[in-house]
């Protein structure tokens, strides 16, 4: 046999061996050159480069198919559903409340919409502030401060809510299910013990919820007869003015100049809120006509 059959019956045998081998594996074995030869190039860098950014926070064997990546990072749109999700816009700013889902991202109608946090900020007329707050329905809270706001802090489409994103933080920032927005101003208002202070830096100290409104209310029921019972209330949540002064007694100032002196069993439990765009000092164990309104000066006696 001639040294050039020999070299031909090498060569056939390494392609049958490859083929053996090929569908010993199964298709899977192809996926790369298919991908190679189906996708640009530029695209396939882009996909390693996101793969290699993922390697920082997931293992490798983690996040070999969709799911990993959807669950963690994912959104959802659904075009024509409107959901009554809320999220509370808090602190320094003109206009706080609640706001609905559908107000701040439209997307029943703009599939693929997504805001951005300062332009959000800045339709509540907000454009000198020192930091911004994002709390999440499960507990989880992000505060930015102003120069690392870039518009690239976007507020995206999630299941019934709002999810945060920002590509340039890092990805423990990245919030979803946010139920509340708070703002620090610029602009300092309060005065507490002769500090001055607003109502956007004491929402982010730790807070207590106060139950004010308590009412008992009853129904007949048409199809026996009986009367059944039940008790409303509202849970308002502020910063404790046990916290935030050390008193006996507080002399407490309002907008109108007028000026409340409350002895520290009146003032037990009391909480500084916002309620309805005031500034509103709450007394649990006072009806709500007692309570200060358009607060702007606290002080211990």
């Known amino acids: 046999m001639s040294r050039r059959w020999l070299i031909v019956i090498i060569v056939a045998a390494l392609i049958v061996g490859a083929a053996v081998a090929v569908v010993a ?34 293992e490798p064997e983690k996040f070999h198919n969709c799911t990993t990546c959807h669950d963690e990072h994912g959104s959802a749109e659904m075009a024509n559903v409107p959901f009554n999700q809320l999220v509370l816009l808090a602190g320094d700013l003109l206009e706080p409340g609640y706001v609905a889902v559908n107000d701040i991202l439209p997307y029943r109608d703009l599939p693929g919409t997504q805001v951005a946090l300062l332009d959000l900020l800045e339709k509540w007329k907000v454009t ?21 706001l870039t518009k690239s802090a976007l507020l995206m489409p999630h299941v019934d809510g709002i999810r945060f994103a920002d590509e340039n933080l890092h990805v423990s920032t990245w919030l979803k299910g946010i139920a509340r927005i708070v703002v620090v101003g610029a602009n300092k ?25 308590q009412a008992d209310v ?31 007694a507080i002399l407490v100032r309002d907008a109108q100049g007028q000026e409340h002196a409350l ?21 649990p164990g006072r009806g709500q006509p007692q309570w200060i309104l358009d607060v702007v000066e606290i002080t211990s006696r």
């Open 128 to 148: 000198d502030f020192e930091r911004v707050a994002l709390f999440s329905s499960d507990g989880g809270v992000v505060m930015i401060e102003q120069p690392n």
């Open 218 to 248: 009853m129904f007949k029921s048409e199809d026996d007869g009986q009367v059944r019972k039940a008790r409303t209330a509202s849970r308002i949540e502020g910063a404790p003015i046990e916290d935030l002064v050390g008193f006996s």
């Open 189 to 213: 208002p309060l005065s507490i013990d002769g500090q001055a202070t607003s109502i956007g830096r004491l929402l982010l100290r730790p807070t207590r919820s106060a139950i004010a409104g």
């Open 263 to 283: 002895s520290a069993d009146e003032a037990e439990g009391a909480i500084l809120a916002q309620i309805d765009g005031r500034i509103v000092l709450v007394l």
């Open 25 to 58: 594996m199964g298709t899977r074995a192809l996926a790369p050159a298919r991908a190679v030869l189906h996708f640009p190039w530029t695209m396939l860098a882009d996909e390693a480069a996101t793969m290699n950014d993922c390697v920082e926070c997931h």
